[in-house]
């Protein structure tokens, strides 16, 4: 027997599912990407390196100074101007230090045309606002055998207002001096200088590495006359590749690790 549906029945059904319905969530927007903070633009980018140029003549002893002093232009924030500041100091204690200590030994009265002293600086690199310099200096008292010659690096960290040392640029115990001045010392001793007479000149001291650069070939270890060879041979570089310091290197500047 056929059960009929009748139009109050139908209407009956549709109530009751319309009551039994379950509402669906609303669509929610999409959340906005978190976006990363930008990076920092490197102050170095706002300045550019000059020279300041320095001379000096006197007759009574006879001496002449020359010098150039590197100056950062086109910013004068802080740290630019501390940079500066060194950078002057610097030059101009070498300059007091000549006048006060060197030519008490020239002769007198002088027997040549006099004392000398000139100053001269390269920029070895800089990478991002790591600036490294390297301070050339020769100097001649009047009557010596020869001129002295010597080097003063230095290796600035714009962004942070200050000079950094050889340590802070590698890990902690990592016997990063151990690992140079045997790269140094295989190097030196392919050399036809003389070497093994003065190896202890590139012993694993802090003392024998002072003068060190960050250039784009490496690490650069300057050795100065006498330190590793005799005068003859004169002043001695080393660069370490990259890859030879890989692991040992640990220094953030403008955010970016100082890759070996």
Avoid at 30 to 44: M, V
Avoid at 117 to 144: N, P, T
Avoid at 149 to 155: A, G
Avoid at 223 to 252: H, K, M, S
């Amino acid at each position: 027997m056929k059960t009929k549906i009748t139009l109050p029945l139908i209407l009956i059904l549709l109530a009751a599912l319309a009551c039994n319905t379950q509402a669906f969530p609303a669509p929610q927007p999409t959340a906005a990407p978190t976006l990363q903070p930008t990076q920092t633009e490197a102050i170095s980018e706002s300045v550019t390196l000059t020279s300041i140029p320095f001379n000096e003549e006197n007759e009574a002893p006879p001496f002449t100074v020359t010098a150039q002093t590197p100056n950062l232009i086109g910013n004068e924030e802080p740290r630019v101007l501390a940079f500066n500041n060194k950078m002057t100091a610097l030059v101009q204690s070498e300059i007091e230090s000549f006048k006060s200590d060197v030519l008490q030994y020239a002769s007198t009265p002088p027997i040549s045309a006099g004392s000398s002293l000139d100053i001269q600086y390269s920029l070895i690199g800089q990478r991002g606002d790591f600036w490294s310099i390297k301070f050339e200096i020769m100097g001649y008292a009047d009557g010596a055998a020869h001129p002295y010659h010597y080097s003063i690096t230095v290796n600035y960290d714009l962004e942070k207002g200050k000079e950094i040392t050889l340590d802070e640029i590698f890990l902690p115990n990592s016997n990063y001096l151990q690992k140079i001045s045997e790269l140094c010392k295989a190097e030196l001793a392919a050399r036809d200088i003389g070497f093994e007479g003065f190896s202890q000149g590139a012993d694993p001291l802090p003392e024998n590495y002072q003068r060190w650069n960050v250039s784009d070939q490496g690490l650069m270890i300057t050795f100065d006359e006498y330190q590793v060879a005799a005068y003859a041979a004169g002043p001695q570089v080393v660069v370490i590749p990259f890859g030879e310091l890989g692991g040992l290197v640990d220094y953030t500047e403008s955010g970016h690790k100082l890759r070996f």
